[in-house]
């Protein structure tokens, strides 16, 4: 689900995965609380991202093992260029200072 998300609709699910990564959502029931708003705020707009919100709310038993789903998501997050934006950033904020890789 997490490389349908990040292929289909890679500007929302670089937001989604900026707020598994950040550690904002931390469970399933996160998860649907944050859908169940998102849907709220995309009223009238966005069928693709409604679209996409709906169908994780659908599959939300996916996202029973979070563990796993953020490995997924770190897994993933480099096959499109918004979502390996926000893993490039979380694994930059995720590096000790001073032992960042040099460029």
Known sequence: MARA???????FGAELFGQILSGALGSQ???????????S??????????????????RLEVFGDWPALRKAVRRVARFSFE????????????EPEGE???S
């Open 100 to 102: 960042a890789e040099p």
């Open 83 to 94: 979502t390996g934006r926000v893993l490039a950033a979380h694994l930059a904020d995720d």
């Open 41 to 58: 705020q995309l009223a009238g707009r966005s069928t693709r991202d409604r679209s996409t919100l709906s169908e994780v709310t659908k």
């Open 5 to 11: 998300i990040a292929i289909g609709n890679p500007t």
């Open 29 to 39: 029931g996160d998860l649907a609380r944050w859908c169940h708003m998102r849907t």
